[in-house]
């Protein structure tokens, strides 16, 4: 049930994002000039990007002392977003069972590496939105708190989570145990200082490039918008593709950043349009290459794609 609620949530916030679209589209349909150009551009920093999301992904792997092959987890990465617009996040459990079959990395792990990857991302994109907005916009106006506090918010949580010492359980069940193999792998990971470093590094450089992708689509429509703007937006959009509310976030994050827009003096359509056509340049890339891949995937080992075996809960 709660995986057709999604869909509906999704196919919902689009409908109305698409009416919304419409009501303005005399006013928008000049702004739309990408050229190919700037389409080119955006493909290539779109590589960049996956090269250094595959990265970050070998780093915490390292971290967890399993060893992958690049290209192998570039393969992963492309088929993992693809089947993300699955219902019930199926790119997710694509790799956990791909990295569990071919590495030996226990669900649990996988779990610590997922959510952990999860925090510093958020932690990360957090910090420099939270920054650049306060230290070029100021904090003045009802909107440009809310998107303050949004990133305190998200910050706070991911520190918490990510590095404060919790409680342990002692106990023999099935979520103790998954507890505590998660705690014992975020431990193997918080101690590897250079790891965090990197990925932190890393993670900010992948920001940055989704903050250009959407400077140029920005440029394209004519907008004059602060350089720094694009950061607040590129940090924001990067938080939000991991917010699961619909398959691939669809909706959410052209909703999340068209309303961020106006707290920068963009008007709503026009930030909307430009999360849309972003959102647009993305599904050409994941359909494409990601489908590419993902038949490789099929075709080299299709047991990959059958269903996890039930001994995952346990974390084995």
């Known amino acids: ?18 009416w919304y679209i419409s009501k303005h589209w005399d006013k928008l349909k000049v702004l739309l000039r990408l050229s190919i150009t700037e389409l080119l551009i955006i493909y290539l920093i779109t590589i960049f990007g996956t090269m250094n999301s595959v990265y970050i992904v070998q780093c915490l792997l390292n971290a967890l002392k399993v060893k992958t092959f690049f290209w192998d987890m570039v393969l992963l990465q492309n088929a993992t977003w693809l089947l993300n617009y699955v219902p019930m996040k199926l790119g997710t459990l694509f790799r956990a069972n791909y990295l ?51 990133f305190l918010v998200l910050l706070a949580f991911s520190i918490f989570f990510a590095f404060v010492p919790l409680p342990i359980p002692t106990g023999s069940g099935k979520l103790s145990t998954v507890i505590r193999n998660f705690f014992a792998g975020r ?27 959407l400077g140029i689509i920005y440029n394209s429509m004519g907008q004059n918008v602060h350089p720094a703007g694009y950061l ?26 068209g309303s961020a827009a106006v707290a920068l003096g963009i008007p709503l359509e026009v930030g909307v349009l430009a999360a849309m056509v972003d959102r647009a340049i993305t599904l050409s890339w994941v359909f494409v290459v990601g489908g590419a891949c993902t038949g490789w995937l099929w075709h080299k080992s299709p047991v990959d794609f059958k269903k996890p075996q039930a001994n995952a809960s346990t974390g084995n």
Do not use: D
Not at 1 to 18: E, P, R, T
Not at 194 to 213: D, W
């Open 1 to 18: 049930m709660a995986k057709w609620i999604k869909n509906i949530l999704g196919i919902v916030i689009i409908i109305f994002l698409l």
């Open 100 to 150: 569990k079959r071919h590495y030996g990395l226990s669900y649990a792990h996988f779990g610590t590496f997922f959510v952990y990857m999860t925090l510093l991302m958020t932690a990360t994109a957090s910090i420099a939105g939270l920054v650049v907005l306060v230290a070029v916009y100021g904090v003045t106006g009802y909107e440009r708190k809310v998107l303050a506090a949004a």
């Open 187 to 213: 431990h193997q990971v918080t101690r590897s200082k250079r790891t965090l470093f990197i990925c932190t590094a890393f993670l900010a450089g992948n920001f940055i490039l989704s903050s250009v992708r």
């Open 232 to 257: 607040v937006l590129g940090a924001l959009g990067f938080v939000t593709t991991f917010v699961s509310l619909t398959p691939g976030s669809l909706g959410i994050r052209e909703l999340i950043l």
